[in-house]
């Protein structure tokens, strides 16, 4: 079974609108990391977000902004307010705990095309 | 810092050659681990090391060949190169092993063999 699982291939959104990628996660370890990376055409991997298991608050890191519902095992990545330039591939990857599986496990990706 | 490199960026093979893909980091890190990236398949884990002299296998590890005799370095070895093989590798290092660690990345090494 697919640990991270990301059910949009390909999303579309137009410029200056917000868009929501889905993410969600599969564990039985109660401390884990939740991560975002962006991959553009030019192929690098940029990191995005985190978030932790045991964070109250969702995380934001300027017009991003992570959604996390804990009970449903969901991660979405929100990004307010798209640029041309977001348009590339998103992964979602887990990290669980030192006594887990510890090395990042990652989604199939979604790829996002920004309109102008 | 230089954070993590990666050598050749491309590379053409055939069938049955060999060859080593160079990994290296400036940052200290403990962990380091390679994914190959195909179409729709996201990355996948091929080896990692949690330290010099360590290293353990990942999802995909056939074919493919790891040592870690410096804290730097993490080459990966392709021993006999198929089609199959044909990827998008990425090297990758994080500090430690605490879950809030995020894992930095090289560049990729697009290897094509045919």
């Known amino acids: 079974a697919q640990k991270i699982t990301q059910t949009q291939p390909g999303m579309f959104v137009q410029e200056k609108e917000a868009v929501t990628l889905d993410c969600t996660y599969d564990t039985s370890d109660p401390s884990y990391g939740l991560f975002w990376y962006k991959q553009p055409s030019s192929g690098e991997m940029i990191f995005l977000i985190y978030q932790g298991s045991y964070d109250q608050q969702n995380a934001t890191e300027g017009r991003y902004s992570l959604n996390f519902q804990k009970a449903r095992k969901s991660a979405n990545l929100v990004i307010s307010a798209s640029q041309l330039g977001d348009s590339a591939m998103y992964f979602c990857a887990m990290r669980e705990e030192p006594g887990g599986s510890y090395i990042p496990t990652f989604g199939r990706g979604t790829s996002l095309i920004v309109h102008p | 810092n230089a954070g993590v490199t990666q050598t050749p960026k491309f590379q053409v093979l055939k069938t049955g050659q060999s060859m080593t893909l160079q990994c290296a980091q400036d940052m200290?890190?403990?962990?380091?681990?390679?994914?190959?990236?195909?179409?729709?398949?996201?990355?996948?884990?091929?080896?990692?090391s949690v330290g010099a002299g360590i290293t353990d296998q990942g999802e995909v590890p056939n074919g493919y060949n790891v040592s870690r005799s410096t804290t730097e370095d993490f080459p990966l070895r392709?021993?006999?190169?198929?089609?199959?093989?044909t990827s998008v590798y990425f090297c990758a290092s994080s500090y430690?092993?605490?879950e809030y660690n995020e894992q930095f990345f090289g560049p990729g090494t697009r290897l094509t063999v045919l």
């Open chain 2, 96 to 98: 430690d092993r605490q």
């Open chain 2, 78 to 85: 392709l021993l006999s190169a198929a089609p199959s093989q």
């Open chain 2, 28 to 48: 200290n890190h403990e962990y380091m681990s390679w994914y190959r990236q195909d179409p729709g398949m996201g990355l996948r884990l091929i080896h990692y």
